[in-house]
Nanobody, 126 residues
Framework: QVQLVESGGGLVQAGGSLRLSCAVS????????MGWFRQAPGKEREFVAA????????YYRDSVKGRFTISRENAKNTVYLQMNSLKPEDTAVYYC???????????????????WGQGTQVTVSS
């Protein structure tokens, strides 16, 4: 079984920072590519960032480039999303996801990811 548990969400003022963590169970963590997604009420789940199994390749949606950084520590079975200069439009439930096979890109469909966490709420006040 593979389980993903997000943490680090909360309420922050615009311009502030948060670091989300996603702990992944099992010894197969390094074999998965990882992604972060977010979903606001009434909106579709959207891609935020992705990182390949080795950490050498990353992707971001345009609206977070320069503000968010995805990283991973395979020895700790953990993927991170450092979020700086947060904006109210970043408010959403953030989910981490794991994917086997081909390296994901921003255009990889949500359905192509194999495992999902329960999500953590990020609220940015204006």
């Amino acid at each position: 079984q593979v389980q993903l548990v997000e943490s680090g969400g909360g309420l922050v003022q615009a311009g502030g920072s948060l670091r989300l963590s996603c702990a992944v169970s099992g010894r197969t963590f390094s074999g998965y590519h990882m992604g972060w997604f977010r979903q606001a009420p009434g909106k579709e789940r959207e891609f935020v960032a992705a990182i390949n199994w080795s950490g050498g390749t990353t992707y971001y949606r345009d609206s977070v480039k320069g503000r968010f950084t995805i990283s991973r520590e395979n020895a700790k079975n953990t993927v991170y999303l450092q979020m700086n200069s947060l904006k109210p439009e970043d408010t959403a439930v953030y989910y981490c996801a794991a994917k086997s096979g081909w390296v994901p890109t921003p255009r990889t469909p949500v359905r192509d990811y194999d495992y999902w966490g329960q999500g953590t709420q990020v609220t940015v006040s204006s």
